[in-house]
T-cell receptor, first 112, second 116 residues
Framework: QKEVEQNSGPLSVPEGAIASLNCTYS??????FFWYRQYSGKSPELIMS????GDKEDGRFTAQLNKASQYVSLLIRDSQPSDSATYLC????????????FGAGTRLFVKA | GAVVSQHPSWVICKSGTSVKIECRSL??????MFWYRQFPKQSLMLMAT?????????EQGVEKDKFLINHASLTLSTLTVTSAHPEDSSFYIC????????????FGPGTRLLVL
């Protein structure tokens, strides 16, 4: 089992819809979780971090964490074509949460 | 903010030469920097963890003698690809963690290496 798993997609949604991206992780001791966006040919940029169970909202983005289910998700409301990118889920693991493991990413296409 | 720069952004070199890539944290001090490699349509692969003032920790399968890492200060880490070969052509990305709020990594813009 991979340490961080994501559906590779592509996930295609129409403009204005809600895009839902999911991620599961294997280390029950993980405490820090992140979503990064990566445009083609560019490096990742941090969108959200979440540390506690529940929802965390930032603009059109909502991160959801369920530690019991070892599940993290990212919702993008009112999706725009500019949101088309690969979304990477990342989890800090190990003693002190020192090491970050990235999922393979989910490719999102938002159709105009 | 937390800005990380990399230099150069692009490099083309002949097979057998060495290439140095610099990673700088511009507005914060970074005790730890990470070096990743990303091949087309693949995810980030951690190569090594660079700690200021100490030897880097390499991931399994990464040759430490081929990928030399130096972290001489709290704002600078360098990766040198020695005797580069075409299979080393990739997108190399560094990231840095602040001394405080160490949970989050901030990525540099990446360096695209092409070895002919």
């Amino acid at each position: 089992q991979k340490e961080v798993e994501q559906n590779s997609g592509p996930l295609s949604v129409p403009e204005g819809a809600i895009a839902s991206l999911n991620c599961t992780y294997s280390d029950r001791g993980s405490q820090s979780f992140f979503w990064y966006r990566q445009y083609s040919g560019k490096s990742p940029e941090l969108i959200m971090s979440i540390y506690s169970n529940g929802d965390k909202e930032d603009g059109r983005f909502t991160a959801q964490l369920n530690k019991a289910s070892q599940y993290v998700s990212l919702l993008i409301r009112d999706s725009q074509p500019s949101d088309s990118a690969t979304y990477l889920c990342a989890v800090n693991i190990g003693t002190g949460g020192f090491k970050t493991i990235f999922g393979a990413g989910t490719r999102l296409f938002v159709k105009a | 903010g937390a800005v990380v720069s990399q230099h150069p952004s692009w490099v083309i070199c002949k097979s057998g030469t060495s290439v140095k890539i610099e990673c700088r944290s511009l507005d914060f001090q970074a005790t730890t920097m990470f070096w990743y490699r990303q091949f087309p349509k693949q995810s980030l692969m951690l190569m090594a963890t660079s700690n200021e003032g100490s030897k880097a920790t390499y991931e399994q399968g990464v040759e430490k003698d081929k990928f030399l890492i130096n972290h001489a200060s709290l704002t600078l880490s360098t990766l040198t690809v020695t005797s580069a070969h075409p299979e080393d052509s990739s997108f190399y990305i560094c990231s840095a963690r602040r001394q405080t709020h160490q949970e989050t990594q901030y990525f540099g813009p990446g360096t695209r290496l092409l070895v002919l």
